[in-house]
Nanobody, 114 residues
């Protein structure tokens, strides 16, 4: 099973983007799904996690601006990003965690610049 992330691109400050991550096959016993990002010269960091619709976690830097959602039937996880800032520029990776293993997507580049 592979994860395919999409939706990245160039956007102006204050703009919006929606990232999507889809699995090529079925994934069972999912513990959580999430999005991470890695800016140039920095370590990969957590952006948002979702265990269920009412069980989510966000990095402080994105709270109120980003929303994570998942579709259990399709094994997809999306990240709606609003009010984007230059400091949101990074490669965004999706992750699906199951007991004993992590699936990672290939990353999608988000560039916030005027």
């Amino acid at each position: 099973v592979q994860l395919q992330a999409s939706g990245g691109g160039l956007v102006q400050p204050g703009g919006s983007l929606r990232l999507s991550c889809a699995a090529s096959g079925s994934i069972f016993s999912i513990k959580f799904m999430g999005w991470y990002r890695q800016a140039p010269g920095k370590q990969r960091e957590l952006v948002a996690l979702i265990r269920s619709a009412d069980n989510t976690n966000y990095a402080d830097s994105v709270k109120g601006r980003f929303t994570i959602s998942r579709d259990n039937a399709k094994n997809t996880v999306d990240l709606q990003m609003k009010s984007l800032k230059p400091e949101d520029t990074a490669v965004y990776y999706c992750r699906v965690a199951v007991p004993g293993y992590d699936y990672w997507g290939q990353g999608t580049l988000v560039t916030v610049s005027s």
